[in-house]
């Protein structure tokens, strides 16, 4: 059996549908959901005038995640970009090192790594994972670096690797257990980019407090979201210290002398916007329920066709940020694309690989043949949580 374009366009029709009951009306990749306290807590803070930087609601939305996550520290950011940088920053990661990563990610994984003024070196992700694959980095330490004294050292630049960086793709968790057995060996920091994986679990333990450091984003499009803003998430009460300093530009507490011990950053997530984290995350059950009941969904709807909807790995709870179709071919995935998108219905093809980009063109590539055959069949599908939850 192979569904029609019309056969999809009809099922996701039924799935979303329309309010005053249009039939071409747009149907989003992933719209937010408000169905909570939302406007009260917005309106509380405008009342209280604490708008910025500073308020009640950023330390209860940073409890509410620790709470949620596991992890011991939870410190806010201005978006998950400036959470990534500060924790690249706070594993070590200086001028002139090199950051292993996948090609596989939207670019901010890499944007906050040549923040640092560090270059990413590409290794491949697992098919079935879509994150970092375990084998592809082991290959790339055993057979491309040298270690000495000072650390791991990559023979072809000469250049130390200070850090690797995984991302767990459309909250898919990677293969941590292997990451991390590997990361041990060569004495690297694992910084995990969390970005799309909260609600995400691997053996039972929330995605993102694996590594060193972690990190979230709450950009509109993400699970939930505070308009924007980011969190890093870490154990180690000293770098949680050091977190919090740095997003705040560094200053020492005072009463009143402005005094600055470090060129720090002002990437601390306003008050307005924590309203709404503590509002959003207060619905994080009903919207993760309701995003896997569409997985579940879209599994039956393709299950036996040519398509593979992309599932859960074993011993992991996804949160299904987005939902993927693999194609059977490339220009399946192309035809898929632009009928879709004619009719109205946003679905995407998975990012341009990073390491193609213009800027990231000259760093070093492993062999990335899972990373462009995905390429060339993933379509992500609409994966909203649906409106229809108890207020
Ligand atoms: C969303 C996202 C980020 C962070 O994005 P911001 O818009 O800065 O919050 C980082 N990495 C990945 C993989 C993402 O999807």
């Not at 300093?245 to 005072?254: D, F, P, V």
């Not at 402005?258 to 984290?277: E, S």
Request: net charge negative; aromatic share 8%.
């Amino acid at each position: 059996m192979h569904p029609s374009h019309q056969d999809i366009i009809d099922f996701i029709r039924a799935l979303y549908p329309s309010k005053d009951s249009k039939t071409d009306a747009l149907i989003a990749l992933h719209a937010p959901l408000f169905a909570g306290n939302e406007k009260k807590y917005l309106l509380d803070c405008i009342d209280s005038t604490f708008v910025s930087s500073v308020g009640a609601y950023v330390t209860q939305f940073e409890q509410s995640v620790t709470t949620t996550t596991g992890a011991k520290h939870a410190i806010a950011t201005v978006n998950g970009t400036a959470a990534l940088h500060i924790a690249l920053l706070l594993a070590g990661v200086k001028a002139g090192e090199e950051v292993i990563t996948q090609p596989l990610s939207f670019v901010a994984t890499c944007n906050a790594i040549a923040y640092c003024n560090a270059k990413p070196v590409f290794v491949d992700v697992n098919r079935h994972t879509l994150g970092m694959n375990p084998a592809s980095l082991l290959d790339f330490l055993s057979n491309h670096c040298l270690i000495n004294s000072q650390g791991c050292f990559n023979k072809a630049t000469g250049r130390r690797i200070a850090a690797v960086l995984p991302m767990h793709t459309f909250g898919l968790p990677c293969d941590l257990e292997q990451l991390i057995a590997i990361c041990a060996e060569f004495n690297l920091p694992l910084i995990e980019d969390a970005a799309e994986s909260l609600g995400s679990y691997y053996h039972q333990q929330h995605t993102g407090t694996f590594g060193l450091l972690g990190t979230l984003s709450f950009n509109g499009n993400k699970t939930i979201t505070t308009g924007g803003g980011g969190m890093i998430l870490t154990n180690d009460d000293e770098l949680a210290r050091r977190a919090k300093h740095l997003t705040t530009t560094a200053k020492l507490a005072h009463p009143y002398e402005f005094v600055h011990d470090d060129i720090g950053y002002n990437y601390r997530l306003p008050n307005i916007n924590a309203a709404l984290g503590c509002a959003q995350i207060e619905m994080l059950p009903q919207l993760l329920a309701s995003k896997r009941k569409i997985a579940q969904a879209y599994a039956s709807f393709f299950a036996d066709t040519r398509y593979t909807l992309v599932k859960e790995p074993d011993n992991t709870h996804a949160n299904y940020w987005l939902n993927a179709v693999i194609c059977p071919t490339p220009s399946a995935r192309d035809q898929f694309l632009t009928e879709l998108i004619a009719a109205n219905i946003m679905v995407r093809p998975i990012w341009t690989l990073v390491n193609t980009l213009p800027m990231y063109a000259d760093c070093q590539a492993m062999d990335l043949a899972n990373a462009q055959w995905l390429v060339e069949r993933v379509v992500n599908l609409p994966s909203s949580a649906r409106f229809d939850l108890p207020r």
